[in-house]
């Protein structure tokens, strides 16, 4: 059965569709209000907290997937760098570095106008995106802040794709 054969209603919250998915993944969450939710997901690298939240106004369901990172004062310019490197290469979502809560976060929205209702299959998609992009770019981000390399060199990292099964 497909994730979206479960709900057949019209008028679904997305919310309630993202506890179900994190019902469905076993992932620890805190349904924090009608219209948000916060979860951890276990990636490699480390985990992530994730929350999505339902904006009525403008119909919009946002994801912030968050991790913290604590740089050196003077490696945030080319930690930025290595931001707006990332971010060139994001076809969707885009990352930014929240320095007084000391977070990376990646921020996604998906517009629903209209009365669109978001899928199950799209809400998984959307965590999938975040947590995938996430894991990608975190061991640039790592070499920037701690291993004083170049941003350049660092995002080779993120860009480059592992073949085969070692």
């Given at each position: 059965?497909?994730?979206?054969?479960?709900?057949?209603?019209?008028?679904?919250?997305?919310?309630?569709?993202?506890?179900?998915?994190?019902?469905?993944?076993?992932?620890?969450?805190?349904?924090?209000?009608?219209?948000?939710?916060?979860?951890?997901?276990?990636?490699?690298?480390?985990?992530?907290?994730?929350?999505?939240?339902?904006?009525?106004?403008?119909?919009?369901?946002?994801?912030?997937?968050?991790?913290?990172?604590?740089?050196p004062e003077d490696r945030l310019p080319a930690l930025y760098e290595t931001l707006n490197r990332t971010n060139d290469t994001c076809w969707a979502g885009a990352f930014s570095y929240w320095p007084e809560q000391r977070l990376m976060v990646y921020r996604y929205g998906l517009i629903l106008a209209g009365g669109q209702m978001a899928s199950p299959e799209q809400i998984d998609q959307m965590i999938g995106a975040a947590v995938s992009a996430a894991e990608r770019y975190y061991p640039a981000f790592q070499l920037v802040a701690w291993g004083n390399r170049e941003p350049k060199d660092a995002m080779q990292v993120a860009i480059a794709q592992a073949y085969g099964r070692a």
């Open positions: 059965m497909s994730l979206s054969e479960q709900f057949l209603s019209d008028d679904i919250h997305p919310i309630d569709i993202v506890e179900h998915l994190a019902e469905h993944q076993d992932w620890d969450f805190d349904r924090v209000s009608d219209d948000q939710i916060a979860m951890a997901v276990e990636g490699q690298w480390r985990t992530y907290s994730i929350t999505l939240a339902w904006t009525h106004f403008d119909e919009t369901l946002r994801l912030i997937c968050t991790f913290e990172m604590e740089p």
